[in-house]
């Protein structure tokens, strides 16, 4: 068995029009900004994929990545709990031109409903968010006195995921707080394609070491040396 | 010393309490400041919802890894014993109760602990993070906070008019005036600024003080 897709190109290839598409990362740390700017160019070239909902913590910074894949009009709606970054210019002037839908979940709400995606759990209780405004129409429960918030799980067609080590089996692993969303999602997405810094064979990652197994993963493209989102946006970049 | 204390005086006094080897998470902005007044020999290890726990200052200019950041997004570095963990793990500590303190901002605290610090209202685009789910879970939920707003409005209050974060989860308030305890739906003040008469202090507070014990004074260093 092996995993491999040997282009950008053709690991985002299957994505199609309102597609559920989980994109990892917190801010640029995590963030598979090559597989996005695959999305965009094959957007660019065949108007396809649109009318996406991505499920992200945040809503992009500057002009590339995420905010990239916003600005060029593929994303209906946006799933997330913190669209207010360093520099979210393009979600804010859309978001306030009506041009973009925006459903806000408790950071942790959504980590948990990602996991419980991919975990087969269709909702659980939990205290976050009880008595606010994100709680409004959820069903609340009592438990050992305390009131909790029903939330449902969120699963994807796809997830886009950045990891440092892979193999062709979809071993993974990943650099530092790197980690953050991006083994909820492969759990939680039909197909989870993971762009690696470094591809290996079967046995190149210790067992012992393997942070997302292989089970969940259905793709891995090699992108040796990848961007990173602050870096990018410090010189200005713009992916256009 | 002046009539109030300033943010890095407020930042030392809740610092104060923190324990050695107390698993804390800051708040992004202000409360971050806390970090750096722990008390000489203690300890305290520092969670950050992305994933790290025990991790320390900032890296010289140039030296950032932007994999290694923490939820206000800004460079950190690791600290030994360090762990990286994925965002599911790192809510389960939050929510589970494995937290020993969190330390916050606020708009609004109301005497029955509820708290608003996430939303100023239907203007601009929403946002709110992990506020509501830091805010259950660490077995201290502490609040660090101008006492009153720029315009002078108490932001100690008996109802919050903004937005809730979340409901009856703060349990002890630190401002510019004084250090405030919220037991069995009352503000108990606990010290406050000598210089200052509790009528005045009462005065800029939005609900009744309660005083069933001495009342220490707020002592702090110059900073």
């Keep these: 068995m092996d995993k491999t897709i040997p282009t950008l190109a053709e690991a985002v290839a299957g994505i199609g029009d309102g597609a559920v598409v989980m994109i990892g990362g917190f801010g640029g740390s995590g963030a598979p900004i090559e597989l996005i700017h695959a999305l965009i160019d094959r957007f660019r070239a065949t108007g396809h994929p649109a009318g996406l909902t991505v499920v992200n913590n945040n809503a992009g910074n500057g002009h590339i990545g995420l905010a990239a894949l916003i600005e060029a009009g593929m994303v209906r709606k946006l799933i997330c709990s913190f669209p207010r970054s360093a520099d979210p210019v393009v979600f804010t002037r859309m978001y306030l031109a009506g041009q973009i839908e925006l459903e806000l979940v408790p950071q942790g709400t959504l980590a948990e409903r990602i996991r419980a995606g991919g975990a087969g759990i269709p909702a659980f209780y939990t205290p976050t968010s009880f008595g606010t405004d994100l709680a409004k129409g959820k069903p609340v429960a009592e438990f050992e006195g305390r009131p909790y918030v029903q939330e449902r799980w969120l699963k994807a067609d796809f997830a886009l995921v950045k990891a440092e080590l892979g193999d062709v089996q979809g071993n993974l692993t990943y650099r530092a707080a790197g980690r953050n969303f991006n083994p909820l999602m492969c759990m939680a997405a039909t197909v989870a394609i993971a762009q690696v810094s470094r591809l290996v064979h079967a046995g190149g990652i210790d067992p012992e070491k393997v942070i997302t197994p292989g089970i969940f993963v259905q793709g891995v493209v090699e992108v040796a040396d990848p961007a990173q989102e602050e870096a990018l946006n410090r010189a200005g970049a713009i992916y256009a | 010393m002046s009539d109030k204390l300033s943010n890095a005086q407020i930042a030392w006094r809740a610092a104060q309490d923190i324990a050695d080897g107390a698993y804390v998470n800051l708040g992004i902005g202000f409360p971050e400041m806390v970090a750096k007044f722990q008390p000489p020999g203690r300890a305290a290890i520092f969670h950050t919802e992305n994933g790290i726990l025990n991790f320390g200052e900032a890296p010289p200019e140039g030296q950032e890894d932007w994999d290694l950041i923490n939820a206000g997004k800004k460079a950190v570095t ?55 789910d830091l805010v259950h879970g660490a077995k201290r939920v502490a609040v660090i906070t101008e006492h009153v707003t ?53 005065s800029l507070t939005g609900a009744r003080l309660h005083r069933p014990g001495p009342v220490a004074d707020l002592i702090v260093p110059e900073l």
């Design chain 2, 78 to 132: 690791l600290k030994p014993g360090a762990a990286f963990f994925h965002h599911a793990d790192s809510f389960a500590m939050v929510r589970g109760g494995h937290l020993d303190v969190a330390i916050l901002g606020a708009y609004q605290v109301a005497e029955t602990g509820d708290l608003a610090n996430w939303s100023t209202g239907p203007k601009g685009v929403p946002a709110v993070g992990g506020a509501m």
């Design chain 2, 150 to 202: 720029k315009d002078g409005a108490p932001k100690l209050v008996d109802r919050c008019t903004l937005p809730l974060t979340g409901v009856a989860c703060v349990t002890r308030v630190y401002t510019s005036l004084a250090v405030i305890d919220i037991e069995g739906g009352r503000f108990v003040l606990r010290e406050q600024l000598a210089s200052m008469p509790f009528e005045t202090l009462q």
